[in-house]
């Protein structure tokens, strides 16, 4: 069944064909793919195409599809059954191993994707703090509930926009959008809103919508601010947790945030998230405390397993000097194609994240991120799928590596893209 047949049934009978919008490449044109199988640093589609892969499945697979180590460990959990609808073993085993990774989580509670993560942790912050409003950042993705959903408009400081439709208009009110690196918006918006910001959350380095780094000196103003104001400060670390180092970006930045939301890596490639982090910030939490929360498969067996394997495997020594070599190799050769061609552009990468923004415009928040050339992304993403390399199917999404990307996979990676620029 090819590729081409797969999405006219599958458009029948599922919104769009997919079962989550961007896998539809509508931003970049033309038909998504079927993928039959995936090894290593390599898709291979319903059509027999393989492909070097820079999805990732958007950051889980950091030490290559079908891991062996993974898989067993999936294999093994298996032949104890699937569910249990207890307490299991394997939870206690994660919650330490979370723990010792990021030491500014002293409690964790799992649950099955980073959308509940964070969503969780926003009500927690509220019923801990007894207030209502939280402050996010344009152009930070935190799943798809309903007080993260919203993006910066005009009056943002005081009036929240939804940004899907379905989003009460009195709930995108509690929610304020700032541009990212901004710390005068930041004072504003708390003294607009005294005694009312519940929480701060944000991808500490934006990473849907590219990659932006922080300003030098950013999130440790944020940190003092709303460790002045009382206001809990959340980093949502699904995407960076355990990719740029075992501790994330808070460890990168040796920053303590007050709750951290965990998702992508964690599960090992199944669906699984958690949030932790201050002892009496989490006791809030049913049965302990008055915020209700519950998973009928929150720390599932075959999900924990893979967990815990895909987390052990990162305490290997030199993971991320290797994965750090493999990023900036791509970085060197997609930059040196893109001056030679004398295209003006952007790569920014850290450790094995990194993105492309064409554009001379220096990218530190989302304006500056949308002055990228869409259309120009769209040609260089359609170029590179044609020879073998498969990118992010958005001018928005951050690229990832695996360590299976090491060797023959990159250096042909870095060779067709190379290409692809030239051809632009
Ligand atoms: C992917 C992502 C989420 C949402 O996780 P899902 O598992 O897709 O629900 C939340 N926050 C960040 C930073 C993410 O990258």
């Known amino acids: 069944m090819s590729s081409e047949s797969l999405f006219a049934r599958a458009q029948q009978l599922i919104p769009g064909g997919v079962n989550s919008p961007v896998r539809a490449f509508r931003s970049v044109g033309g038909a998504p793919f079927f993928v039959q199988s995936a090894q290593g640093a390599t898709l291979t589609t319903a059509d027999g195409q393989e492909l070097i892969d820079f999805v990732c499945t958007w950051g889980p697979a950091i030490h290559g599809h079908n891991n062996p180590v993974i898989r067993d460990a999936i294999a093994d959990a298996l032949n104890r059954g699937t569910s249990f609808g207890t307490p299991n073993p394997y939870e206690v085993e994660m919650a330490e191993l979370i723990t010792r990774f990021v030491p500014s989580i002293k409690k964790v509670r799992m649950c099955n994707s980073g959308t509940e993560a964070t969503m969780s942790a926003i009500r927690l912050a509220r019923g801990f703090t007894q207030r209502d409003k939280i402050i996010k950042f344009a152009g930070c993705y935190h799943g798809h509930s309903d007080s993260l959903l919203i993006k910066a408009g005009s009056g943002a400081l005081t009036h929240g926009h939804p940004d899907s439709a379905g989003v009460p208009a009195s709930f995108a009110q509690e929610t304020i959008v700032l541009p990212f690196n901004d710390t005068a918006a930041l004072t504003e918006a708390f003294a607009a809103n005294p005694g009312q910001i519940a929480g701060v959350i944000l991808e500490p380095y934006p990473a849907n919508v590219g990659l932006i780094k922080p300003e ?21 670390e699904v995407m960076t947790g355990f990719r740029l180092a075992k501790g994330g970006v808070q460890e990168l930045e040796g920053i303590t945030p007050d709750l951290t939301t965990l998702g992508k890596i964690i599960g090992g490639g199944l669906p699984v998230g958690a949030f932790g982090g201050r002892a009496d910030i989490m006791d809030k939490l049913a049965p302990v405390g008055p915020v209700y ?6 720390g599932n067996p075959l999900a924990m397993a893979a967990g815990i394997a895909a987390l052990k495997l990162l305490e290997e020594t030199g993971t991320y000097e290797r994965l750090a070599a493999l990023g900036q190799q791509v970085q060197a050769a997609v930059s040196s194609a893109l001056q030679a061609k004398g295209l003006p552009a952007q790569v920014p990468q850290v450790g094995s994240m990194f993105c492309t923004y064409f554009t001379e415009t220096p990218v530190r928040d989302l304006a500056s991120a949308q002055t990228t050339d869409t259309e120009l992304f769209a040609r260089y993403f359609r170029g590179c799928l044609e020879q ?13 590596i695996s360590t299976a990307h090491e060797g023959a996979a990159i250096d042909r990676a870095c060779e067709i893209m190379t290409r692809v620029i030239q051809s632009l």
């Open 216 to 236: 030098p000196g950013y999130l440790n103003f944020l940190r003092e601010l709303t460790a002045r104001e009382g206001t809990v400060l959340i980093f949502d």
């Open 293 to 298: 929360q519950a998973g009928t498969l929150s």
């Open 388 to 400: 073998g390399v498969y990118l992010p199917p958005s001018a928005y999404e951050g690229c990832f």
